[in-house]
């Protein structure tokens, strides 16, 4: 990869897809600092295969990916599925998996409504709340690249505007790339979005 700071990630000829799947071919692009990226295509057209590849779940069906850093989490590549994962324990437990500072914790739990809610079992929150969790615990985790998938699906109206507020966050700061796959990006409403569309 170039000298360029700012680049994270680049693709090359990229194809990817599931084992024993068709390949799905992907426009070359670059991830930059401060970028927000929306990935658009119908149902089957590869977006959840290509978050996972550049996330480094899956391997690529050919071309390659070149990385900054090639770790997950802090300064590396977070993927939020999208229906959440969450662990075993309190919310606190759950935004503390990657050893987030306590201001930086306690930032993401703010910014999403959580405060009061960090000692609740995390099995026992609706799938809105899920939701947010899983998106703050990302946040918390200060990674380079964030890659969420379907991030809208749950949020009432309160946690879309806090997704906004962190995308627009994340640009004015420069310092993370958002790449984002969804059907009705509502939360981009003036964010500057750079487009991959899938057929």
Partial sequence: MSDDRHTL??????????????????SDFE????????????????KTALLKTLAGLLRPMAGRIERRHDAAGHGGAVYVHSVPYL?????????????PSRELLERAADVFGLMPL??????TLSHGEQRRVALA??????????????????LDDEAL?????????????DDTALVVA????VAFEGIRVSEVRLA
């Fill in 9 to 26: 990630l680049r693709t090359c000829a990229l194809a990817v897809g599931y084992a024993g799947g068709t390949a799905i071919r992907v």
């Fill in 31 to 46: 991830l930059a600092k401060g970028a927000v990226w929306h990935l658009t295509g119908p149902n089957g057209s590869g």
């Fill in 87 to 99: 662990f075993a324990g309190s919310v606190r437990r759950n935004l503390s998996l990657s050893h």
């Fill in 118 to 123: 960090l000692d609740r079992d995390a099995t």
């Fill in 137 to 154: 615990r990302a946040i918390a985790s200060a990674p380079e690249i964030l890659l969420v998938d379907e991030p809208e699906g749950g």
């Fill in 161 to 173: 505007a806090a997704w906004r507020t962190c995308m627009a966050q994340a640009v004015d700061a």
């Fill in 182 to 185: 969804s059907h009705r990006p």
